[in-house]
């Protein structure tokens, strides 16, 4: 039971990856069912909170590294599970959620990516973005709200962006939580069943889920397109919420390890500060 390997082995995209072709209800990488799957993110958690801070540690003591987190998928597809999650886990203090909806008029007068970069992680810091620049080549592109000629050049303007944010000490984990249709059905049915979940319920939801092929091909084209090697898509399955957030906890677990970093070393005198603390009378 547990990992077969590295998670981020199992849920990158790989060349040729064809989203039509994966079953959201299926754990790569997991060998295991729900009960281990949940006690495995518990446990991962605690190491989270660890991990996450010392890069805070790293950070207040003049590192440059962070983190960040970006989630995309359909509505329902569990990107507010997946945050409570992962963030539930970790001292607040250190994180930094930000969640991109419609632009604000302000926004909406500025470069697409403007919104973006002031959301950036700070040193030291896990940022969570709950929708991105992404959209920018999703539902504009899908509602049409600007011309191809505006959001064609947009993917290899995302990668030299990214690459950017990379090398200035940002590990970048994106992730596209993917359900199916018949997944997102049933829980916008108990949205609608269930008086206090209706105001998570929007009749646009349906509007977006009438061009779920539509979607679907410019995720597709996503994952083409800017999957790079600096900053690789994860598809997570997400028809089963426990594999989602366990497989998220997983690959932000691995970033953090992957910074390699050590607890900082204090330019106290540590031996004399506890004389003085042991001589000190109140
Ligand atoms: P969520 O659906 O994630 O819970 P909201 O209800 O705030 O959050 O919805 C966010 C909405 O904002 C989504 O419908 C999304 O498509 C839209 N949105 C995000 N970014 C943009 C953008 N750049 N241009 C237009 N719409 C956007």
Redesign the pocket.
């Known amino acids: 039971m547990g990992w077969s390997g590295p998670a981020a082995d199992a849920l990158r995209v790989a060349p040729g990856f064809d989203l039509a072709d994966l079953d959201t209800r299926s754990t790569p990488g997991w060998r295991g069912k729900k009960r281990a799957g949940r006690d495995a993110t518990a446990a991962r958690g605690r190491e989270l909170a660890d991990l996450q801070e010392k890069l805070y540690a790293h950070g207040r003591t003049g590192g440059d590294r962070s983190v960040l987190l970006v989630l995309q998928g359909m509505?329902t597809a569990g990107?507010?599970g997946v945050v409570r999650t992962v963030l539930g886990m970790v001292d607040p203090q250190g994180v930094a959620l930000t969640?991109?909806?419609?632009?604000t008029p302000e926004e909406a007068a500025q470069h697409?990516l403007w919104r973006i970069r002031r959301a950036l992680p700070a040193p030291g810091t896990l940022g969570v973005f709950?929708?991105s620049h992404y959209?920018?080549v999703?539902?504009?592109r899908v509602e049409g709200?600007v011309p191809v000629e505006t959001w064609e050049p947009r993917f290899e303007e995302i990668n030299a962006f990214e690459r950017e944010v990379v090398e200035s000490g940002t590990t970048i984990v994106k992730v596209l939580l993917a359900i199916s249709p018949e997944e997102q059905a049933h829980r916008l049915r108990r949205r609608l069943e269930r008086p206090h979940k209706h105001w998570?319920y929007?009749p646009?939801d349906i509007d977006?889920r009438e061009r779920w092929r539509d979607y679907q091909q410019a995720y597709q084209e996503v994952l083409d397109r800017t999957s790079t090697e600096h900053a690789p898509w994860h598809v997570v399955p997400a028809d089963r919420k426990w594999f989602s957030r366990l497989a998220v906890t997983e690959l932000v677990g691995r970033a953090l390890e992957g910074l390699d970093l050590d607890w900082p070393v204090t330019e106290v005198d540590v031996e004399s500060e506890l004389a003085r603390l042991e001589a000190s009378e109140v």
């Open positions: 509505d990107k507010g969640a991109f909806g419609v632009p697409y709950d929708r959209e920018d999703l539902v504009v709200l998570k929007v646009e977006a």
